[in-house]
């Protein structure tokens, strides 16, 4: 048995309501995969993509392998084989098939996935329903990482498919088109924040990632923040003023990046006949000027922003920021799948949650005093704090009941594939 200490401080009593959002999520997974034909949910088109159907069998290998093996008694896995090809990165689970060479895998099929799923969702179900107060002591707070374990799959179900339709020269669509109001972006106001002696990081019942936390004190100069993301038309201008030709706006290795992979715009950005076209889920259309930047770097945000005469906030003062932000927005539940240009005339600070990820100036290390989880599931985060930038707030592919004002998103500075955009900041 694996040694498993729950990672996350979190107080599940409720069974019913737990095995109600189990299922719900569950199913949700996949509806998502339901618009895709077996061809679309077997092809890896990078390294860092993941087939569909990979994320459909992975998300059940989970619950498989850190609750009914140890937990459910008699439990059967599916087939003792999935243990390799569906393990991501657990070196205390054991070996592993190379994620690069996840798209080779015609087999299991689609189908035996789903059955896959069905096994392991059924014998969940079981699990939640009838294990004793003991066990479920164990296993309630694995059950809610499972669960959000999950929920980060599906935003990469749709952050990888995305990828995999923009290799293909008939630009598939995997929604059909969602009309949003149109809206003309007007200049960002700027909030300003005193800074001082402030706390930040997850404290409460509540989930969070172990990441989160712990809350711990830190010192923010005065600072503002834009009131908006910056707008495809914003970084547009960037384009158009050599942004990607001169070297004084970046940083060394992202001026490597510009050369090697021959960046000249965000990703899913075409110039046809002078005209910028951009893919999204619902397909390839016109560049809305007024809609948030999206599929930037961290590179290319933090170049922009140089550009600009700002900088990125770093993640300190983005929380700080968004305290008293209510926690909805243009999210996955929204069915756009895309950013959407801001449409309220509300004062303060809009668009923080939802839209676009937005990178900051802060590396992704552990807070202070943080401790990883013993056990295998000590590997879900700390192990990753190194060449990493923070991103925060979520985007319009990320699960409405997911995301928190503390959440710490990761990607490496050069990844482009995400929901990633910008928001400017500035000294006081
Ligand atoms: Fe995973």
């Known amino acids: 048995m694996l040694d498993i200490a729950p990672p996350v401080s979190t107080r599940i009593t ?8 189990f299922a719900a999520i569950r199913h949700q997974s996949e509806a998502l995969a339901a618009n895709l034909s077996p061809e679309d949910q077997a092809i890896q088109s990078m390294p860092d993509v993941s087939p569909t159907k990979w994320h ?13 093996m140890p937990l459910a008694p008699g439990y059967r896995a599916f087939d003792p084989a999935f243990a390799y090809l569906f393990n991501s990165y657990y070196e205390a689970v054991g070996p592993r098939h190379p994620r690069p060479a996840r798209g080779l895998l015609s087999r299991p099929t689609v189908d035996v996935v789903a059955a896959y799923r069905d096994h392991v969702t059924a014998a969940m179900l079981r699990l939640i329903e009838t294990a004793g107060d003991d066990v479920w002591q164990q296993a309630a707070p694995l059950i809610e990482l499972g669960v959000n374990h999950e929920q980060q799959h599906q935003e990469l179900i749709l952050m990888d498919i995305k990828q995999v339709f923009s290799m293909n020269p008939l630009l598939p669509a995997y929604q059909a088109p969602r009309p949003h109001a149109a809206a003309r972006a007007s200049s960002p106001a700027w909030i300003e924040f005193a800074g001082g002696l402030e706390e930040i990081g997850h404290a409460g019942n509540g989930f969070a990632f172990d990441n989160e936390g712990p809350r711990h004190k830190t010192w923010l100069e005065p600072f503002r923040l834009a009131s908006r993301p910056v707008s495809c038309g914003e970084y547009l201008d960037f384009v158009g003023d050599g942004g990607y030709r001169r070297p004084e ?12 992979q021959s960046w000249q715009a965000p990703l899913y950005w075409r110039c046809d006949d002078g005209e910028w076209r951009i893919f999204t889920l619902s397909g390839e259309r016109p560049m809305d000027p007024a809609e948030p930047v999206c599929h930037v770097s961290f590179y290319e945000a933090d170049a922009f922003a140089r550009w600009a005469g700002k900088r990125l906030p770093t993640e300190a003062e983005w929380e700080i920021a968004a305290r008293d932000v209510p926690l909805d927005g243009n999210l996955a539940d929204n069915g756009h799948l895309h950013p959407c240009p801001e449409t309220s005339e509300a004062a303060g600070l809009r668009q923080m949650i939802g839209d676009v990820w937005e990178w900051t100036a802060s590396p992704y290390i552990a807070y202070p005093r943080f401790r990883p989880a013993s056990g295998a599931v000590g590997e879900y985060n700390g192990k990753f704090m190194s ?11 990320t699960p409405a009941d997911h995301i928190r004002i503390t959440y710490r998103n990761f ?6 594939w995400a929901f990633s955009g910008l928001r400017l900041a500035e000294d006081l």
């Open 14 to 21: 409720d069974r019913a309501a737990e095995r109600d959002r």
């Open 249 to 260: 706006f970046w940083l060394s290795d992202g001026w490597a990046c510009v050369q090697q």
């Open 56 to 68: 459909l069998a992975h998300t059940s290998w989970f619950f498989e392998t850190f609750l009914l």
């Open 387 to 397: 060449n990493q930038m923070v991103l925060r707030g979520g985007a319009a592919v």
């Open 411 to 416: 990607f490496p500075p050069s990844a482009r």
